[in-house]
């Protein structure tokens, strides 16, 4: 019989949209009025033992992976996470493994944190945006100061405990003009997994149907050849990029390594078509000097509302 794929993640938010941040683009800290009068927002333990016991249950696979977001999932505090891997412990069936993931701004991980993090294992998700005024501009405190020394601190702090982590930019109308800045800042940092996340808000009664801080689908294009075509040269097998991160780059890897034919020239490309539900299909090929295919992914990034945008597009597709 046919396997049945039930591959599935589930964001848990262990306190809700609390944040020690007040990012400017940030979708989320609204949320909270939405338990209005309740003081502690953190699961209980009633709740988080169910959850577990549920989401065991849940998962096919061998590996069983709990992800932790919020919010600042980090502000339920150290003991609730021993609390959560020992219930994990105590109902984890024989012969499985559970593995945790956080996504953090960063900000709170001091060394208690990064010992905790280590000796479980944990992986981290930790939101950069750029370097400077690139992370800065929209990646404020609750007074308006600028987070990313404090980000940078606990990104430290997770380097040299040796845990894995992972930098999740999000591209936005910003940081969107400065692609080379922005990736050559995570490789200094050593970054060895980024996501980048289009900024998408929908903003009724605008023109373009989204914020001023969103990106335009065209700039993440180009932001993402930009991105690639470095990357291609210089990080293959050595940093992975989510989006173009697919099953390709070991085809890729072993290219280079049998024929070292990526020192020949190589380029990126992107030919995006715009479909009715406004998704962006990204193609990205790799070719050597002779124009031989030797990469060839494909990606679609859907929800590019950008409605203003999407005339001009078609038009600029049809060559009016
Ligand atoms: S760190 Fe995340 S949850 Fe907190 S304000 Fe920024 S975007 Fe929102």
Redesign the pocket.
Known sequence: MEKVDREFQIFAKPVG?L?N???K??Y??DKRSLYPGEEALTMTDGMLEKYIIQHIEATTDETIFFSWH???PLMAGIDFFRKAVAIQKKHKPAGRTILNGVQT?GTLIDWDWASFLAEEKFVVGI?IDGPGDLHNRF?VAPGGEPSLSRVLKGYDILQRSRIRSEILCVVNSYNVRFPLVVYNFFRELGAKYITFLPLVEKRQGTKSGVTRASVPPDEFGRFLISVFDEWVERDIGEIKIQIIDKKYIYNIKATRNQSGLLKAPVKGSMDRRIAESIDAHLTLNVTDKHDNVIFNGSTVISGLEMAGDIDKLKESKSGK
């Open positions: 949209a944040c941040l007040r990012c683009y940030c989320y800290l919020g919010g600042e701004n939101s990646r």
